[in-house]
Nanobody, 121 residues
Framework: QVQLVESGGGLVQPGGRLRLSCAASGSIASIYYMGWYCQAPGKQRELVARITSGGIINYADSVQGRFTISRDNAKNTVDLQMNSLKPEDTAVYYC???????????????WGQGTQVTVSS
């Protein structure tokens, strides 16, 4: 079994900052990518940022220059530093990892339980 455990969500005023963290644990052989998705009420889940084991990073256009993703490959963790937060960033944020479990012949996606981020005055 694999678990992704998120932390760091909460309520923040516009212009503020939050840091989300996610730790992957369990029968993990290797992790190819880790990242964050968000889902606002009534909308589809969408990519916020993702980083591969080789350090290749993708950001959504809406967060470019405001959010920074980082990863510790040795600890199987990924963080998302969110600065200059806007009300439209309000959503549930989900940690995502593409990984191989021990003994598996192919990789698959795993998801965390989600953490609420609310940007409001």
């Amino acid at each position: 079994q694999v678990q992704l455990v998120e932390s760091g969500g909460g309520l923040v005023q516009p212009g503020g900052r939050l840091r989300l963290s996610c730790a992957a644990s369990g029968s993990i052989a290797s992790i190819y990518y880790m990242g964050w998705y968000c889902q606002a009420p009534g909308k589809q889940r969408e990519l916020v940022a993702r980083i591969t084991s080789g350090g290749i990073i993708n950001y959504a256009d809406s967060v470019q220059g405001r959010f920074t993703i980082s990863r510790d490959n040795a600890k199987n963790t990924v963080d998302l530093q969110m600065n200059s937060l806007k009300p439209e960033d309000t959503a549930v944020y989900y940690c995502n990892a593409g990984l191989w479990t021990t003994g598996a012949t192919m990789g698959r996606d795993f998801w965390g339980q989600g953490t609420q981020v609310t940007v409001s005055s």
